[in-house]
């Protein structure tokens, strides 16, 4: 059972434009939320996280947005540039739990065009 | 940032060889270590929890006589694949935690094991 899911396989956007990545999660007890970015033979790297208190946190050109009610949340990152082509999963934790897991979706492949 | 340093970064060996992959937190103490598999195009799959001085806690499914887990000090944590075969091939992966809730962790760069 997914209790995290990134329903998008892949998006494909054009550098300068906006790039959003969508996340959904099923778990009510989640909350604390990050997104990692990975490329190819790499872990992941972090990028950015949001606590269930805030529902917008920003961070240069990437904002994350979470909408408790919908259980949604999603990365926006403007402009997007080519460097940014990498595979982004949306993660999730219990801050009530003892040992600090995390629940991953299975990633969204972002390609940007030059 | 944080730097987690994972070693090696490939294995190449014959069926029935023991691996042991080393994940170190290099600039700060990671009270909570965690090692990952992922499959191609799949999500990471946690395999265990590693705290500094205790027994690892392995995810239901993993076979912890397979997969020794040593977490001796608070800047490494080792994942030994024993007697491993080809269904073991896998990229692996370690993450390190400072024990503050609210942190995140902190990846090294994985482990692309392949058993011949």
């Known amino acids: 059972d997914q209790q995290v899911k990134q329903n998008s396989p892949s998006l494909s956007v054009q550098e300068g434009r906006i790039s959003i990545l969508n996340c959904d999660y099923t778990?009510?007890?989640?909350?604390?939320f990050l997104w990692y970015k990975k490329y190819p033979a790499e872990g992941p790297t972090f990028l950015i996280s949001?606590?269930?208190?805030?529902d917008k946190n920003e961070d240069g050109r990437f904002t994350v947005f979470l909408n408790k009610s919908a259980k949604h949340l999603s990365l926006h990152i403007v402009p997007s540039q080519p460097g940014d082509s990498a595979v982004y999963f949306c993660?999730?934790?219990?801050?009530?739990?003892?040992?600090?897991?995390?629940?991953f979706g299975k990633g969204t492949l972002l390609t940007v065009n030059p | 940032g944080a730097v987690v340093s994972q070693h090696p970064s490939r294995v190449i060996c014959k069926s029935g060889t023991s691996v042991k992959i080393e994940c170190r937190s290099l600039?700060?103490?990671?009270?909570?270590m965690f090692w990952y598999r992922q499959f191609p195009k799949q999500s990471l799959m946690l395999m265990a929890t590693?705290?500094?001085?205790?027994?690892?806690?392995?995810e239901q499914g993993v076979e912890k006589d397979k997969f020794l887990i040593n977490h001796a000090s608070l800047t490494l944590s080792t994942l030994t694949v024993t007697s491993a075969h080809p269904e073991d091939s896998s990229f692996y992966i370690c993450?390190?935690?400072?024990?503050?809730?609210?942190?995140?962790?902190?990846f090294g760069d994985g482990t692309r094991l392949s058993i011949l």
């Open positions: 778990n009510s007890m989640f909350d604390y």
């Open positions: 600039d700060f103490q990671a009270t909570t």
């Open positions: 590693s705290n500094e001085g205790s027994k690892a806690t392995y």
């Open positions: 993450s390190a935690h400072r024990g503050y809730s609210n942190q995140p962790q902190h």
């Open positions: 993660a999730a934790k219990n801050s009530g739990g003892s040992n600090y897991k995390l629940t």
């Open positions: 949001i606590s269930s208190i805030k």
